[in-house]
Structures are given as C-alpha cells and as structure tokens.
C-alpha cells in the first residue's frame, strides 16, 4: 500500500450561517489502527485541521497550543464521520475550538477541544 500524498485526505467544507463547519470524512484502509476501525491517531489528526481551519477563519494565522481528544466509540473504516467544529475568541492572542464526530446514525464517536495561540510577529507578513 502506497502512503497518501497527504495526511489527511482532501476535505470538502460546508460552513453555516452560525459559523460552524461541517466536513464528512471516510478513511480507508491506510488510516487503520485497532482490525477494521481508524487510528485513532489519524482521528486526531482530522479533528486538529478541521478545528484549525475553523480558527483560521477568525485569524490569519495562528498555531495549535493544545488539543484535547475524547474517544466515545470506535470509527469504523469506511464510515462517514461527520465532525462539526467551531471556533471562537477566547482573547487576546487565544482562540478556542471545539469538535465532534458521529456516526452517520448520529451516535457520538468523539469530541475535541482546543487552543490556538496568535503569534506576536508573523514572520514575512
């Protein structure tokens, strides 16, 4: 099995009125852990992008200081997960995310929560 070009594969993104993205992801085979379910590595993974595109969306730039998972349940591979993930000032140069994962029947697979940090200087910007 060839390596992905990418961690994480390409994502589309829906965001509401509300500010809150919604992504659906399946992971095949390359993102197994525990025989038949995603590692929960890679869980980790999708949750610290996608709470880091929602931050992005309230700053330029800003980098993961913290991130917090709780696994619920295991995702099966070849699953929809659905995360749905805010953002939103905490202040100063601190923003906050929080996530969750179902399945598609609705059950809570897992939940994330974060803190982004605003650097002082951006370099070349």
């Known amino acids: 099995m060839s390596a992905p070009e990418r961690l994480i594969p390409p994502l589309e993104?829906?965001?509401d009125e509300e500010g809150v993205l919604h992504v659906d992801v399946v992971l095949g085979a390359f993102y197994e852990g525990p025989p038949g379910?995603?590692?929960?590595?890679?869980?980790s993974a999708v949750f610290d992008q996608l709470l880091?595109?929602?931050?992005?969306?309230?700053?330029r730039i800003a980098y993961t200081g913290h991130l917090e998972i709780d696994y619920r349940r295991p995702w099966p591979l070849g699953v929809v997960g659905s995360f749905r993930v805010l953002a939103e000032h905490a202040g100063g140069r601190?923003?906050?995310a929080s996530g969750e994962?179902?399945?598609?029947?609705?059950?809570?697979?897992?939940?994330?929560?974060?803190?982004?940090?605003?650097?002082?200087?951006?370099?070349g910007g």
Do not use: C, F, I, S
Not at 52 to 59: I, T
């Open 13 to 15: 993104r829906r965001w």
């Open 37 to 43: 379910h995603v590692h929960g590595g890679a869980t």
């Open 52 to 59: 880091g595109d929602a931050v992005h969306r309230l700053e």
């Open 94 to 96: 601190k923003l906050t």
């Open 101 to 123: 994962l179902r399945d598609p029947d609705g059950r809570l697979m897992a939940t994330a929560r974060g803190l982004w940090v605003v650097p002082r200087v951006v370099l």
